[in-house]
């Protein structure tokens, strides 16, 4: 099951740590350069930021997480496990998609 999130923050450069189903502000990672339109939005993958999960992908199996994952990559968190990224420029909006395993 796939799920999105959107946060709103006034903050400048905003670093956001997903830790196993909890999202925690923090305190500057590389932004993911992105396919598509050409929005004013800027992408930070999770596979480019620092974790204590693992880094997983590319791939491209049908069905698998990092095939379903923008970039075909993904990070897997355990319980106690986290994301760290901040963002790279001044934001007032963060949007976390993330997956659930069934059952």
Not at 20 to 41: I, R
């Amino acid at each position: 099951m796939h799920r999105h999130t959107t946060l709103r923050s006034s903050a400048v450069a905003t670093t956001v740590a997903l830790a196993a189903g909890m999202l925690v502000a923090l305190g500057t990672p590389t932004a993911h350069a992105a396919a598509g339109a050409s929005l004013p939005f800027t992408s930070v993958e999770a596979e480019s930021a620092t974790t204590t999960g693992a880094k997983i992908g590319p791939d491209y199996t049908q069905g698998t997480l990092a095939s379903e994952a923008s970039g075909r990559q993904a990070v897997r968190l355990s319980a106690g496990q986290r994301v760290e990224f901040t963002v790279p420029r001044a934001a007032n909006a963060v949007n976390v998609a993330y997956s659930v395993p069934d059952g």
